[in-house]
């Protein structure tokens, strides 16, 4: 099945710095979706981008499909925006099922 | 209109035991797709049902099973409960297929097995 790697795994910034978190595939994909995941475990949907760039608020997600990775930047950061960044694949291929990367941990310091 | 619903929230159960956890998905939607999560091996993902049929499964014991309803609400059932599958489960919906759609997740349910 599809591999999906981020990194890093951690980063640590101060609040108001900018950030890029890298997501990799291995396989062409259908779906590839950015979530964030509360300190009480909900995953909470930013992005839905297979291909293409988009924008919300001070969040925005690159991927560019044929190079096989996506980026999430996050600008201005906040302490609220502390917590587990997942990056999830669902490739093209036989394996049908969506693959989760093992997280970005973001901690913004005050 | 209301998210992803999961039922129960906190569960604690004895080696051997049985489970069953239930997820309500987002209106109108078909597509049910359970995952856990633990800190050793992340995010995996357990199955997927569509339309009352299974899709896919992953790469789990037989122990674990699941099911849909006729109104898209689906349970999973974990039989003969081992301490490694304390874990965060948690059910995503989507319109249609996972690999087309966007998936919502639910809070989850947190298993502990003592």
């Known amino acids: 099945g599809i591999q999906v790697e981020q990194s890093p795994p951690d980063l640590i910034l101060q609040e108001g710095a900018n950030s890029t978190l890298r997501c990799n595939f291995s396989?062409?994909?259908?779906?590839l979706q950015w979530f964030h995941q509360n300190p009480w475990g909900q995953l909470i949907n930013l992005f839905y981008?297979?291909?293409g760039t988009k924008q919300n608020g001070r969040l925005s997600a690159t991927t560019v499909a044929t190079e096989r990775y996506s980026l999430l930047y996050i600008s201005s950061s906040q302490t609220t925006d502390s917590g587990v960044y997942f990056c999830?694949?669902?490739?093209?291929?036989?394996?049908?099922?969506?693959?989760f990367g093992s997280g970005t941990q973001l901690t913004v310091l005050p | 209109k209301a998210g992803v619903t999961q039922t129960p929230r906190y569960l604690i159960k004895t080696r051997g035991q049985q489970v069953t956890l239930s997820c309500s998905p987002i209106?109108?939607?078909?597509?049910v797709s359970w995952y856990q999560q633990t800190p050793g091996q992340g995010l995996q993902f357990l199955f997927e049902?569509?339309?009352?049929?299974?899709?896919n499964k992953g790469n789990f014991p037989g122990r674990f099973s699941g099911r849909q309803f006729s109104n898209s609400r689906s349970e999973m059932n974990v039989s003969t409960l081992e301490l490694g599958d304390s874990a965060l489960y948690l059910c995503?919906?989507?319109?249609?297929?996972?690999?087309?759609?966007?998936?919502?997740f639910g809070p989850g349910t947190r298993l502990t097995v003592t």
């Open positions: 396989d062409s994909v259908n779906n």
């Open positions: 981008i297979p291909s």
């Open positions: 999830a694949a669902y490739g093209s291929g036989s394996a049908r099922q969506l693959t």
């Open positions: 049902y569509f339309s009352e049929t299974q899709r």
């Open positions: 995503a919906s989507s319109l249609g297929v996972a690999g087309l759609y966007e998936q919502y």
């Open positions: 209106s109108g939607h078909r597509s």
